[in-house]
């Protein structure tokens, strides 16, 4: 079984400063771990992805996240947001077992970036 | 350009009216699935395929119909619409390594359909 908890629904950064979206997963195999980007009325973009390699994982748009496997966590960070970061995050896990779910949304965290 | 195709991107409808939305995919993924993204709740996964004539129900199928009679396509039916159903509907694919798992990768995401049911 697999699922992902995304600690904060709603996450305000005034632009310049830096940016931290958490998420915690468990997952009863090896986990492959995501984190996706929806703006508004658009598609899921995908930011980056760890798949057993590379703990710290760099993605586009300068955002990175951190697979700690002892914490079972994989928080998004970014130096310094921007206005166009604003959007609507999600982490997903996927684990290769046996069973019906490839993907495992979390509920997702809204950026929302001040001036 | 490798895609996945959603049809409508926007329907508005009434309750009980059957509707299919479409999915297509021209990159020969096996695997494909269909989620619905409410707010607060994430992606919650319908139905999914893995392969021609194979499809298993997801977290909430309630309400919903496929089918997968060829590689490429696989329809949503939703044969008496209710406003409960009133969402943003996405499709998806995966490849599949030969004879063994889902590729641990990217999943492809369609454009998603905005239903709203009356």
């Known amino acids: 079984a697999q699922s992902v908890t995304q600690l904060d629904s709603h996450v305000s950064v005034s632009e310049g400063t830096p940016v931290l979206l958490r998420c915690n997963y468990s997952s009863s195999y090896s986990p492959s771990l995501f984190w996706y980007v929806q703006h508004p009325n658009k598609g899921l973009q995908l930011l980056l992805k760890y798949t057993s390699a590379a703990t710290l994982v760099k993605g586009i748009n300068g955002f990175e996240a951190e697979f700690k496997k002892s914490e079972t966590s994989f928080h998004l960070t970014k130096p310094s947001a921007h206005m166009s970061d604003a959007a609507e995050y999600f982490c997903?896990?996927?684990?290769?077992?046996?069973?019906?779910?490839?993907?495992?949304f979390g509920s997702g965290t809204r950026l929302q970036v001040q001036p | 350009e490798a895609q996945v195709t959603q049809n409508p991107r926007y329907l508005i409808t009434v309750t009980g009216k059957k509707l299919t939305v479409t999915c297509s995919q021209n990159m020969n993924h096996e695997y494909m699935s269909w989620y619905r993204q409410d707010p607060g709740l994430g992606l919650r996964q319908i139905y999914y395929s893995m392969n021609v004539e194979v499809t298993d129900k997801g977290d909430v199928p309630e309400g919903y119909k496929v089918s997968r009679k060829e590689k490429r396509n696989f329809p949503l039916i939703l044969e008496s619409p209710s406003p409960n159903q009133t969402s943003l509907y996405f499709c998806?694919?995966?490849?599949?390594?030969?004879?063994?798992?889902?590729?641990?990768?990217?999943?492809?995401f369609g454009p998603g359909t905005r239903l709203t049911v009356l």
């Open positions: 998806a694919t995966k490849p599949r390594l030969a004879g063994g798992p889902l590729v641990p990768d990217t999943q492809y």
């Open positions: 997903v896990v996927s684990d290769q077992g046996p069973g019906r779910r490839a993907l495992t």
